[in-house]
């Protein structure tokens, strides 16, 4: 079990560009989470997937983010025209369903996000 | 929003019990408390949780007053590795579909200090 791991682990772009996280999460869970964390603020929700739907999303989450999850696995979170509000730590995290487990969602390390 | 309020910060003397607050005083009958840490420049990690008991793990103990609406995280012995900002989160119960996010408040920040 190597945890969830996130690539790059920081990223410095200008205004207007447009970027792309990864995330992998634990091979066996089956919910992937993206969250945001601001400084001196706790990570906040952005979207969540179960397998490889994207059942919710926060309104966060403008038109230019866009989230996938193909076949279930690996995620991307692109941020299209960046903007400096978008300077952040972008947060993944995975987790079993809570049924029978408690919601113990584990996280990576994260992707810190410079926008010039 | 946090349905919690902790103190921002807290120092606590290395190897003596760090004591970490949390009220929760909307707290419903079908929500857990739930305890993170996130030491600097790492996500946050899972410590404990709990429903009305007390509970103890290998890295602490969580202790829930009787009416649930406040609760603390010991750290029996704390560490300099133990200096972090400290989450205390509500959470439902698993009743079937839904996300399950944690929504956090800032915490506090425990410093355990030499």
């Known amino acids: 079990d190597t945890g969830v791991s996130q690539d790059p682990r920081h990223k410095i772009t200008k205004r207007g560009q447009n970027v792309t996280f990864r995330c992998d999460p634990i091979?066996?869970?089956?919910?992937l989470y993206w969250y945001r964390q601001t400084l001196g603020q706790g990570p906040e929700f952005l979207t969540y997937?179960?397998?490889?739907?994207?059942?919710?999303k926060s309104r966060l989450l403008s038109d230019r983010f866009s989230a996938e999850r193909p076949k279930g696995s690996f995620s991307t979170l692109e941020i299209q025209r960046t903007e400096q509000g978008d300077s952040a730590m972008y947060l993944c995290?995975?987790?079993?369903?809570?049924?029978?487990?408690?919601?113990?969602?584990?996280f990576g390390p994260g992707t810190r996000l410079t926008v010039l | 929003d946090a349905k919690t309020t902790q103190p921002p910060s807290m120092d606590c003397a290395e190897g003596r019990a760090a004591n970490l607050p949390c009220n929760h005083s909307?707290?419903?009958?079908?929500?857990?408390v739930y305890w993170y840490r996130q030491i600097h420049s790492q996500g946050p990690q899972y410590i404990i949780h709990?429903?009305?008991n007390n509970e103890t793990n290998e890295m602490a103990s969580l202790i829930i007053t009787e009416d649930r609406k406040s609760s603390t995280l010991i750290l029996p012995h704390a560490t300099l590795r133990d200096t972090a900002v400290y989450y205390c989160?509500?959470?439902?119960?698993?009743?079937?579909?839904?996300?399950?996010?944690?929504?956090f408040g800032k915490g506090t920040k425990l410093s355990v200090i030499p």
């Open positions: 709990g429903l009305k």
């Open positions: 989160i509500v959470s439902l119960t698993y009743s079937g579909a839904g996300s399950y996010q944690l929504t």
């Open positions: 909307t707290i419903s009958g079908n929500e857990y």
């Open positions: 995290a995975s987790s079993l369903d809570p049924s029978g487990h408690y919601n113990e969602q584990f």
């Open positions: 091979s066996e869970h089956n919910r």
């Open positions: 997937f179960q397998n490889e739907a994207q059942l919710e």
